[in-house]
Antibody, heavy 120, light 111 residues
Framework: QVQLQESGPGLVKPSETLSLTCTVS????????WSWIRQPAGKGLEWIGRISSSENIYYNPSLKSRVTMSVDTSKNQFFLKLASLTAADTAVYYCARGPFSGTQYRLDPWGQGTLVTVSS | QSALTQPASVSGSLGQSITISCTGT?????????VSWYQQHPGKTPKLMIYEVSNRPSGVSNRFSGSKSGNTASLTISGLQAEDEGDYYC???????????FGGGTKLTAL
C-alpha cells in the first residue's frame, strides 16, 4: 500500500526558508493529489496546500505568499518550501495523499510527520 | 476563513454511544458531501475514520459512523472503548478561500 515519509531539517533559523521532502512509496505520485498539513504543538491541523504530478497547485491563501510546492515524478517525491520563517511556523509537518484520491475526497494515508522548530 | 466548529471535549462511559458535531456553512459542510473525520492519538499521525460524510475505509471498525444534516456533520461512536480516546478532527471541502478546512478538534475521553 502507499506510504509517505517526510524528511528535512528539524531546526531552522528565523527568517530562513524551510525545505521539506515527502517520498511516496508503494504507488505512483502520478496519480492523485498530494498535500502538506501542519500542526503546532497542542493545536489543531492546518492545511498548507496541494500539488499534482502535473503541478496543478493550490495553496492555503493564509500562507500563499510564503509557500512553494513542487514535484519530482522521477523520484516519486514532492516538496515544500516555506519562506520567512517565524516561531509561529514551529509545528509537526505532515504530507498526505489527497484531498482528492481518484474521485474520493479524503486525506489518506499520512506520513509520520516531522517536527520543525524555528529558533536561533 | 474560520475553522469548522467542533466541541472542545466530549466524554462518555465505556460501552456508551457518543456523537461529535462539526458545524460549518453552506460553502463547506452544507454544500458538499466532502466531509471526513480523523482520529489522532497523542504523538501519533491522524488516521482517516470516515470520508465523504458516511463512508468507512477498510479496516475501520463499524462502531464508527458519520452523517450530515444541513451545515452540521456528525461522527458517532457506538460501544465506546478505551482505545477510542484521543482527538478527532473533521475536515471539509470549501468553495471559499482554502479548498480544505479542518475543525478545531474534539478531545474524546472514555470514562
Amino acid at each position: 500500500q502507499v506510504q509517505l515519509q517526510e524528511s528535512g531539517p528539524g531546526l531552522v533559523k528565523p527568517s530562513e526558508t524551510l525545505s521539506l521532502t515527502c517520498t511516496v512509496s508503494g504507488g505512483s505520485i502520478r496519480s492523485d493529489y498530494w498535500s502538506w498539513i501542519r500542526q503546532p504543538a497542542g493545536k489543531g491541523l492546518e492545511w498548507i496546500g496541494r500539488i499534482s504530478s502535473s503541478e496543478n497547485i493550490y495553496y492555503n491563501p493564509s500562507l500563499k505568499s510564503r509557500v512553494t510546492m513542487s514535484v519530482d515524478t522521477s523520484k516519486n517525491q514532492f516538496f515544500l518550501k516555506l519562506a520567512s520563517l517565524t516561531a509561529a511556523d514551529t509545528a509537526v509537518y505532515y504530507c498526505a495523499r489527497g484531498p482528492f484520491s481518484g474521485t474520493q475526497y479524503r486525506l489518506d494515508p499520512w506520513g509520520q510527520g516531522t517536527l520543525v522548530t524555528v529558533s536561533s | 476563513q474560520s475553522a469548522l466548529t467542533q466541541p472542545a471535549s466530549v466524554s462518555g462511559s465505556l460501552g456508551q454511544s457518543i456523537t461529535i458535531s462539526c458545524t460549518g456553512t453552506n460553502n463547506d459542510v452544507g454544500g458538499y458531501n466532502y466531509v471526513s473525520w480523523y482520529q489522532q492519538h497523542p504523538g501519533k499521525t491522524p488516521k482517516l475514520m470516515i470520508y465523504e460524510v458516511s463512508n468507512r475505509p477498510s479496516g475501520v471498525s463499524n462502531r464508527f459512523s458519520g452523517s450530515k444534516s444541513g451545515n452540521t456533520a456528525s461522527l458517532t461512536i457506538s460501544g465506546l472503548q478505551a482505545e477510542d480516546e484521543g482527538d478527532y478532527y473533521c475536515c471539509s471541502y470549501t468553495s471559499v478561500s482554502t479548498i480544505v478546512i479542518f475543525g478545531g478538534g474534539t478531545k474524546l475521553t472514555a470514562l
